[in-house]
């Protein structure tokens, strides 16, 4: 039996691909380190927390907080952008196929008010917009979409 912070991954990331059913949503615990692993890009949905509090009459709320990253290889470096963290038009790019994602949960989105294994849509944050220190550690573009799901355990 799952946890229920792994039943909710696992429902957010079956629910993004039945939207964006020509994407594939890795399940993982962490984001690759290697540029090789996301020359093309790749969307990963990790466990990130989960917070219980007692509420009256023995409730359990628990908020399930899932990331779902978007992580791709920085281009090689080219005539026009010699130096890849200054091609601000592909770094546009990535934020665009980001803003897929977020728009689906916004407030006409089609995941707004979906059920995620009991649980629901509270909050959505992009803080940062993206990894710096994977940009220049590791050359990978990585932005992660925080989603808070509210629900009972």
Do not use: C
Not at 18 to 43: H, I, M, N
Not at 86 to 110: C, I, R, S, Y
């Amino acid at each position: 039996m799952a946890t229920p912070i792994l039943d909710v991954r696992n429902a957010v990331a079956d629910a993004l691909h039945t939207a964006l059913p020509s994407v594939d949503f890795e399940k993982r615990f962490v984001g690759y380190l290697t540029r090789a692993d996301v020359l093309d890009g790749k969307w990963l949905v990790t466990p990130a927390g989960d917070d219980r509090a007692n509420a009256a009459r023995v409730v359990v709320k628990s908020t399930a907080i899932v990331d779902v990253n978007w992580q791709i290889a920085l281009p090689e470096s080219s005539d026009t952008y010699p130096d890849p963290l200054k091609n601000t038009p592909w770094f546009d790019e990535q934020m665009q196929t980001v803003e897929t994602v977020k728009e689906l949960f916004a407030t006409d989105g089609e995941l707004r008010d979906a059920d995620f294994a009991g649980f629901r849509f509270l909050r959505l944050s992009n803080n940062p917009i993206y990894r710096p220190d994977l940009l220049t550690d590791y050359q990978i573009f990585t932005s992660v979409v925080r989603l808070e799901l509210l629900g009972e355990v």
